[in-house]
């Protein structure tokens, strides 16, 4: 790998993939770097991405083939796993894989083995934050990994796709471990503020005044979170942009927690609350709904309709 101009590849190009690659293709475009290659299972989602020069390749595997740093951004542990086995038919000696998906610590660890034993690195790096600060360069990435291989990517995340790396040592799993941590306060923030919401409605003090409480109260964070209630995004229109945080990934992660719980000894029963809630509103509104719309199953228990005025009509 030339450690001076490295060929840059990314693969994943999701609401939270699309954002990341395109900070990545400005910053390589502007700095003379070798232009990004990128692909996804439907490439033509990249399209926008050819504005800061990057190129297309018609899949992980020519992608692969192609770049000495590759990150990938993909949806769960099973395409995480496939895109290994693809990996893996290519001579992947000297290549740095990044993964900054949200998976099961044994499945980044399985991975990494995997890599190693072909000549390759493995970095797992799940980043926090939701889209909009993934297109604002704004993510905190959780690295764990070899040290010269995290060393390699740090010019590529600080200033460009992210605003700082925690560093989890050479352990893999670690990094896994505090995503899925840190979810489970995102998940259970969730839940406890949609309970109060209900509280709100339900027992006439409103939901508008709750929202400014929490907002001058607890900040930005908390308000956001509030605001996917008030503004009925925990039940997006089906003809418009996706949920900002899918159901579906959040049982994923809701259901990693849980199992890495009791294995370890440890007791997560807001986390079984709030998993109990987000299936209960995917039977009831299907998968097109926000993490958020454990709000939905609330309102149903208070005996009020899943959405509110805000929401599309369920």
Same mark, same amino acid.
């Given at each position: 790998?030339?450690?001076?101009?490295?060929?840059?590849?990314?693969?994943?190009?999701?609401?939270?993939?699309?954002?990341?690659?395109?900070?990545?293709?400005?910053?390589?475009?502007?700095?003379?770097?070798?232009?990004?290659?990128?692909?996804?299972?439907?490439?033509?989602?990249?399209?926008?991405?050819?504005?800061?020069?990057?190129?297309?390749?018609?899949?992980?595997?020519?992608?692969?083939?192609?770049?000495?740093?590759?990150?990938?951004?993909?949806?769960?542990?099973?395409?995480?796993?496939?895109?290994?086995?693809?990996?893996?038919?290519?001579?992947?000696?000297?290549?740095?894989?990044?993964?900054?998906?949200?998976?099961?610590?044994?499945?980044?660890?399985?991975?990494?083995? @995997?890599?190693? *034993?072909?000549?390759?690195?493995?970095? /797992?790096?799940?980043?926090?934050?939701? $889209? !909009?600060? #993934?297109?604002? &360069?704004?993510?905190?990435?959780?690295?764990?990994?070899?040290?010269?291989?995290?060393?390699?990517?740090?010019?590529?995340?600080?200033?460009?796709?992210?605003?700082?790396?925690?560093?989890?040592?050479?352990?893999?799993?670690?990094?896994?471990?505090?995503?899925?941590?840190?979810?489970?306060?995102?998940?259970?923030?969730?839940?406890?503020?949609?309970?109060?919401?209900?509280?709100?409605?339900?027992?006439?003090?409103?939901?508008?005044?709750?929202?400014?409480?929490?907002?001058?109260?607890?900040?930005?964070?908390?308000?956001?979170?509030?605001?996917?209630?008030?503004?009925?995004?925990?039940?997006?229109?089906?003809?418009?942009?996706?949920?900002?945080?899918?159901?579906?990934?959040?049982?994923?992660?809701?259901?990693?927690?849980?199992?890495?719980?009791? @294995?370890?000894? *440890?007791?997560?029963?807001?986390?079984? /609350?709030?998993?109990?809630?987000?299936? $209960? !509103?995917? #039977?009831?509104? &299907?998968?097109?709904?926000?993490?958020?719309?454990?709000?939905?199953?609330?309102?149903?228990?208070?005996?009020?309709?899943?959405?509110?005025?805000?929401?599309?009509?369920?």
């Amino acid at each position: 790998m030339d450690s001076q101009k490295p060929t840059i590849g990314f693969y994943g190009l999701g609401s939270m993939g699309i954002g990341m690659a395109k900070n990545l293709a400005s910053h390589l475009k502007t700095t003379g770097g070798q232009p990004l290659k990128y692909s996804n299972r439907t490439v033509s989602k990249g399209d926008q991405l050819k504005d800061f020069g990057a190129v297309p390749e018609a899949g992980f595997t020519s992608l692969v083939k192609s770049c000495d740093i590759i990150f990938t951004m993909i949806s769960n542990d099973e395409v995480l796993n496939g895109l290994v086995q693809e990996a893996l038919t290519c001579d992947v000696k000297g290549k740095i894989i990044v993964d900054c998906s949200t998976v099961h610590p044994d499945t980044s660890a399985a991975a990494s083995d @995997k890599l190693v *034993a072909a000549g390759a690195q493995f970095l /797992a790096s799940p980043v926090f934050g939701a $889209s !909009a600060m #993934a297109a604002q &360069g704004k993510l905190i990435f959780a690295v764990a990994g070899p040290e010269d291989a995290s060393k390699a990517i740090e010019p590529l995340v600080v200033g460009v796709m992210g605003k700082s790396i925690l560093q989890l040592g050479t352990d893999v799993k670690r990094s896994s471990l505090l995503k899925i941590t840190g979810n489970c306060m995102v998940i259970g923030m969730q839940e406890l503020i949609s309970e109060c919401h209900t509280f709100a409605e339900c027992s006439g003090l409103g939901t508008e005044i709750f929202h400014q409480f929490v907002t001058d109260m607890y900040g930005p964070t908390a308000s956001g979170y509030s605001a996917r209630c008030t503004t009925g995004s925990f039940a997006p229109p089906l003809d418009g942009p996706p949920p900002g945080f899918a159901i579906d990934l959040s049982i994923k992660d809701a259901k990693h927690a849980l199992n890495i719980a009791q @294995k370890s000894g *440890a007791f997560l029963p807001t986390m079984q /609350a709030a998993l109990q809630n987000m299936l $209960s !509103a995917k #039977a009831f509104a &299907g998968p097109w709904l926000d993490s958020s719309a454990l709000y939905g199953t609330l309102r149903q228990w208070a005996g009020l309709p899943f959405g509110n005025a805000a929401s599309r009509a369920v």
